[in-house]
């Protein structure tokens, strides 16, 4: 099996200095040290400070403002849906990240599952299949994280049935996001059970062009997201 390629020198220190921004060690305002510091402290060269820096700025998390250093920019101008989610979870608890993703799923998923419906091809109902049978064998293994490969493959699958080349740009950074959040919930056999029960449903409407009932499946399968996460996640009903 080829192995995961090892993370450059520049990735490494882009990762630490996320690490100290999602941390709060360095503070939305605050200045980072500079570049000659940082260099000493991560045993770099500053070319791969300066490097790490120029991606971070890329992503919106600070601001180089020459002459003066480079600042910490506020969370809610970060492009990395990522480091976002990591300063949330430390601010408001895992659960209420959850939350708000599964909000966006919503907003996306439920008119992605009735256009899917309406231009499917057979190859696209093949990959639902295919997902869910690996899904259903995960599952009665007790496999969760190949159950959660197989989940996340499967709405995948919804979102190139809709022939729709920008829908894979807007969703792709939620990816990482969606898995953790996966990875919480789905540690629940009932909450496996449940999924299982819903992918069909969403995957019979699918197959069968009707694409107001696939959109509805979608939907009900957010309501018993959002449901589960209350009950047996956060430990009580949902209001």
């Known amino acids: 099996m080829a192995r995961s390629p090892r993370p450059s020198r520049v990735d490494e220190a882009v990762d630490a ?14 200045a980072l040290p500079g570049q000659w510091e940082l260099a000493e402290q991560m045993a770099v060269s500053r070319l791969t400070v300066r490097e790490a820096i120029t991606a971070l700025a890329a992503k919106g998390m600070v601001e180089v403002q020459p002459g003066n250093g480079t600042f910490v920019r506020p969370p809610h101008e970060w492009s990395d849906l990522s480091a976002l989610s990591r300063v949330r979870t430390r601010e408001t608890g895992s659960s209420r990240v959850a939350l708000s993703v599964i909000e966006i799923r919503r907003m996306i998923e439920v008119g992605a599952a009735s256009l899917c419906a ?3 091809t057979s190859e696209d109902v093949d990959a639902l299949r295919s997902a ?4 259903v064998r995960a599952r009665d293994a007790g496999d969760v994280a190949t159950f959660v490969t197989h989940d996340l493959a499967f709405h995948h699958a919804v979102l190139r049935g809709c022939a ?14 969606l898995a953790s959040a996966r990875e919480q919930t789905s540690q629940v056999a009932a909450i496996r059970d449940h999924a299982v029960d819903h992918h069909r449903a969403i995957l019979a409407a699918i197959e069968s062009g009707d694409a107001e009932g696939a959109a509805a499946a979608m939907d009900a399968h957010m309501d018993q997201t ?3 996460l209350h009950t047996y996640v956060l430990g009580r009903p949902r209001d």
Do not use: Q
């Not at 869910?132 to 899904?135: G, K, S, T």
């Open 17 to 30: 200095l996320t690490d100290r921004i999602v941390g709060g060690e360095l503070a939305a305002g605050e």
């Open 118 to 120: 309406a231009r499917r």
């Open 132 to 135: 869910l049978d690996a899904m």
């Open 164 to 177: 729709n080349p920008f829908l894979a740009l807007v969703y792709d950074p939620l990816e990482k996001v």
């Open 226 to 228: 959002a449901d589960d």
